[in-house]
Nanobody, 123 residues
Framework: QVQLLESGGGLVQAGGSLRLACAAS????????MAWFRQAPGKEREFVAA???????DYADSVKARFTISRDNIKDTVYLISNSLKPEDTATYYC?????????????????WGQGTQVTVSS
């Protein structure tokens, strides 16, 4: 059974940083795409960042230059380093993965999803 397990969320003050991690088990995604999405209360889930099997990255405009996505294929883990956090970054952050790029390689759709980790940024 494939599982994606997120960790690293928490409460941080505006301007602070967090490192989220998502570990895959049940299969390897070293040749697939891994990504982060987020959903704030009352809003739709939105794309945050993605990284391909050959380390090409894509970011939402709202996080570009503040967030960095990376992956460790030996550990089958994807990371999201979030700097200069803002209250509007408050959301549940979800990890996603897929093996086939498809026509929209970074922004969806994805086959596997984690349960999410909460990030709260106080002002």
């Amino acid at each position: 059974q494939v599982q994606l397990l997120e960790s690293g969320g928490g409460l941080v003050q505006a301007g602070g940083s967090l490192r989220l991690a998502c570990a895959a088990s049940g299969r390897t995604f070293s040749r697939g795409v891994m990504a982060w999405f987020r959903q704030a209360p009352g809003k739709e889930r939105e794309f945050v960042a993605a990284i391909s099997e050959d380390y090409i990255t894509d970011y939402a405009d709202s996080v570009k230059a503040r967030f960095t996505i990376s992956r460790d294929n030996i550990k089958d883990t994807v990371y999201l380093i979030s700097n200069s956090l803002k209250p509007e970054d408050t959301a549940t952050y979800y990890c996603a993965a897929k093996m086939n790029r498809g026509s929209l390689w970074s922004r969806g759709p994805y086959d596997y999803w984690g349960q999410g980790t909460q990030v709260t940024v106080s002002s």
